[in-house]
């Protein structure tokens, strides 16, 4: 697995280099077209005791589809874990045209 780290980081680097950009329904979002891979960052709903917010919704998508959510505890913590998740996106893509046949999905 050691062959896969320059992939990773070839891969981390690109999807750092993609700016986040604010929606009014959203707090941000990325796109990834390489990746083929979208998040949303939602806006945590707040009580009305005026608390912090318990968890910050991230919501993922492949191919304009919806794969997931996970939940961060602070907003660096859902930009980060988004980060992570396209980035994992476009590796698995990046494997599976650099081996067909491995059966990686």
């Given at each position: 697995m050691t062959t896969d780290l320059p992939l990773y980081e070839a891969a981390r680097r690109h999807v750092a280099g993609i700016e986040w950009k604010q929606d009014q329904?959203?707090?941000?979002?990325?796109?990834?077209?390489?990746?083929?891979?979208?998040?949303?960052?939602?806006?945590?709903?707040?009580?009305?005791?005026?608390?912090?917010?318990?968890?910050?919704?991230?919501?993922?998508?492949?191919d304009r589809e919806k794969a997931g959510t996970i939940e961060a505890a602070t907003l660096a913590g859902a930009l980060g874990l988004a980060d992570a998740w396209i980035t994992d996106q476009l590796v698995a893509l990046q494997r599976k045209a650099t081996w067909p046949d491995a059966g990686i999905s």
């Open positions: 329904r959203f707090v941000c979002y990325k796109r990834c077209s390489a990746a083929k891979a979208h998040v949303l960052v939602a806006r945590p709903r707040g009580d009305s005791a005026g608390r912090l917010p318990e968890a910050w919704p991230v919501l993922l998508y492949r």
